[in-house]
């Protein structure tokens, strides 16, 4: 046999040696298939088998019944979203469905003023005053990006961005 | 920032949409499906044989990285990267653009997986603890390689597995972990640590101890390369990952590795995110236990799933969860690229504009300061959330091989196909909930 240069890929595939052979281990896929083609059966090697694929058929029912159906609830009409913050409590966070680009309005009712920070690439910041603010807000990336409140350092909305 | 303890990103911007409910399925039944065909249909005798496998590196790269020079180059490559970070952290200012984070948190704990996988233990050839240790030993006329005493095998991979979940802890516990302050000191205790561990042990402790380098080795362990006697070799990551040496504190190395990724899939879910808001005890306290639940619970898997077995005389029983922990690694290494890699790529991209800027004084050392943001896989959701269910079914398909061959090793005949299947059971339910958590993000 010649000598063959390691970066030889189409010859070192089929000759099952140098650099690829060993990446790819052509002997290991040879015997795997010998293997699989020429399986000696016996009776108890079946019944292993039948006993493993019954196994993996039961499992593989129960996942695919066991899963659960995500259902992304989508706000029809113009997107509002309402922070309320009382007596120094934060709103519990809820996640928001949003388009790339899209607007959204933030509707915040506080008694104290304070600021949000969103959570985008670079971040922003959007103040609100006492009472009732609106604010607008584009998000130009998809992701899951989070609004936390400056002052209580908690998070009070998560709006994912697809 | 008020009181209560904030659960967003310190670096980055957006996370991750969640993965696709069809994608998620899809993904646990391939796994199911990988795991019964090997299972069913694979060999019979044991594969691997560390002192047969691989076959001898080309010549020229043998010779290449052989080479006293190249690495020296390396050493002084580590030592250069040091003193830079030490430069940042000490007379940088606290800020998010000091690349002190981005290099600690990303190039550091991130970049170590890709690079150790495509090049082999890069820790080892570049660690600045090991080359201080080694000028300090020359200048003191003493043997870099022998302390004062010998370490003590049962400690084994202990110290890396605590070092590890320090880390871990500050990345993801702790609310102050991008001020300076805290970066500084937690790489100020590690290098007092890795240098009072050389001193008593020798360099042989950063083998076991340095937690850096037992991660760079476990991931290079699904890279190519290999040594044997000296000589570099290429063999197949499966070969090598069979050559993964077995000690004390293996198990928990890999279960601080894989549940902090998890855990910190799980602590951005809306349901985490509520429960610790509206909580009495603190943020820090829940995160904490929540942390080293994960931890363990992933520890207590993989012990579960490998002593479940019938055993002979000659094996243990309590020694199978050391024996099978490396097949857990291929798992990890997928799960931490499915949940890293838009990260990865946004922040490292980052870092390498702030890395031209190291004391905020609007310098541009590397003439990266003005680099454009990188239009990565955030644009493309359907390409990262397919290429994250890839990564992880990979790493599965890789991880069932791995422990099917050595349970052919160290699991008597009879029980040889029966004696798997709680392995197999415990994948299913690493790579299942990695998948859940990747889609309830």
Redesign the interface.
Known sequence: MGHRSPFDPVGGIVNGRGLPAALFHVGFWQRWGASVLAARTTRGTNVRRAVLAMTALVTLLCLTACGEDASQAEESGPASVTLTFEDGQAPAPERFALGVGEEVELVVKSDTEGSLHVHTTPEQELDYAAGTTTLMLTIDEPGVVEVESHELGTTVLQLEVS | ?????????GL???????LP?ELA?AG??AA??VS?TV?????RAP?FDEHRS??PA?AWLARLVDAPWFAVALRVLGMALFGYVVVAAVFGQDLLTNPVFGIFYVWGWVGLVPASVLLGPVWRAISPVRTINTLVARLTGSDPERGVYAYPERWGYWPAALGLFAFVWMELVYPYFTELGPVRLWMAVYLAAMLLGGALFGSSFYRRGDPFEVFSELCAKLS?WGRREGALL???P?ANLDTTRVAPGLVAVVGVLLGSTAFDSFR?S?PW??FV??ADQSAFLLDTLALTAFCAGVALILTAGSIATGVDTETPRGRLPGLFAHSVMPIVVGYFGAHYLNYFL?VGW?TLSQASDPLGTGADLFGTADLA?LTSL??Q?TLLASTKVAAVILGHVVAAVASHDRALTVLPARHQ??GQ?PMLFAM?AFT?GGLYLL?A?
């Open positions: 920032m008020g009181d209560r303890l904030t659960l967003a990103h980055g911007g957006p996370a991750d949409l969640p409910p399925v646990g039944v199911l499906v019964f299972l069913s249909v694979s060999w594969r691989g076959r080309p190519v290429v063999r197949s499966l951005e809306l995110i509520r808001q509206s946004d980052q943001p955030s644009s959701p196909l029966t299947l299913i299942v889609f993000a």
